[in-house]
């Protein structure tokens, strides 16, 4: 099959790999209907995170069931499913607990939680590739209705829609609740949809790219809120936030960027989103933090993106009496009700969606999502177009 190959930063290839196949009884093996390019990838592709030469790339999945282990009885050929980006063994203790998201059996490495195509995750194959196969497939699988409609919605429940949704849901976004968002990423976006989506009042969403911001404006339409943009390259956003909420601050945070903050200059700054964050949450409010950052490794290269240490305001974070929740998201949480959402029509989160390619032209699609390259936020890869 055709797949997209991690050879070396910067350097991919789509290029012919063996096919996937049935391994265990209880894998499925799924034909891709699309799979997108996540800013999680990104990590890898700059070198941020290393990853095995010869991995295929993608963890966010949707596709056809093309063939099922002989243990796998709710799963069958044919199926429209979508494959949360955790992989996740259903039976261990974080497991039955609801956390798929730290499945203690799935990663070879002992680490929690597992994943496809990731540093780290296990050696699991990605999905940005003609097939994919998916382990306990009755587990991690989630139906979606025949055919092809709401195929760029649905695409986003494998990791940003819940992902979003888990941000909102830690910063125990809830009606009436004021908050603050910082990065207008398509998880930022996703959170904001989110925040509309479960009732908030008013919502901010912070980042330094007018093109972002302008889709953030969008977030609500669905249910008639109106998001606030707020430009980190024009404005103080501490005070555009403290202004605009009578100088009481919001009562939940979502931070959606990650270690890779970084100033309206592009000098990185891992600590400024949790500093702000402290800043506009009012004391005892909530803060959700989706965005990655990295454990500390003694052996890495020094310079700060590999550094676990950040050095943010906990003092303040803890006089204000603030909860801070983090993580990955646990999809399996959240898929089925925002699949519904969408099947109801009160969630569209294909607002953000702003390239539909060919699998063939996937090199190209990193680099320029990579390089912010104008308008580039979300990239859905199709391997039969
Ligand atoms: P992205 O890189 O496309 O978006 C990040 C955005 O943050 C960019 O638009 C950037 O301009 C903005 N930004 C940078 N510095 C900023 C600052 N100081 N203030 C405000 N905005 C700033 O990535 P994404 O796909 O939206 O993902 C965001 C983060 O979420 C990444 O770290 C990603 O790895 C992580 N992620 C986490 C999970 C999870 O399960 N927790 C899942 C998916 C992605
Ligand atoms: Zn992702
Ligand atoms: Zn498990």
Known sequence: MKAVVFKAPYELSV?????????????????????????????????????????VLGHENMGVVEEVGPGVNRIKKGDRVSVPFNLACGTCRNCTAGWTSACLRANPSGQPGAGYGYPNMGPYWGGQAEYLR??????????????????????????IFPTGYHGTELAQVAPGKTVAIFGAGPVGLMAAHSAAIRGASQV???????????????AG????????????AETDVVEA??????????DCGVEAVGYQAHDASGQEHPAMVLDNLVQVVRATGHLGVVGVYMPEDPDAATEPAKEGRVAFDFGSAFTKGLSIGTGQCPVK?????????????VASPSFIVSHEVALDEAVDAYKKFDER????????LHPDA
């Open 241 to 250: 936030i403290m202004d605009g909420t009578d100088g009481f601050g919001v």
């Open 204 to 218: 901010f969403v912070v980042d330094h790219q007018p093109d972002r911001l302008r889709l953030a404006e969008q």
């Open 15 to 55: 290029e012919e790999v063996a096919d996937p196949r049935v391994e265990e009884p209880l894998d499925a093996v799924i034909r891709i209907t699309t799979a997108n390019i996540c800013g999680s990838d990104l990590h890898p592709y700059e070198g941020r995170a290393e990853l095995e030469p010869g991995m």
């Open 134 to 159: 998916v382990p306990w497939a009755d587990f991690n699988l989630l139906h979606l209705p025949e055919g092809t409609e709401h195929e760029s919605d649905f695409t986003m429940l494998s990791d």
């Open 373 to 380: 390259a104008d308008g580039y936020t979300k990239v859905l």
């Open 221 to 232: 339409s669905k249910v008639g809120l109106e998001v606030t943009a707020v430009n980190a």
């Open 333 to 345: 949480r959240y898929n089925q009700e925002l699949r519904d959402l969408i099947i109801r029509g």
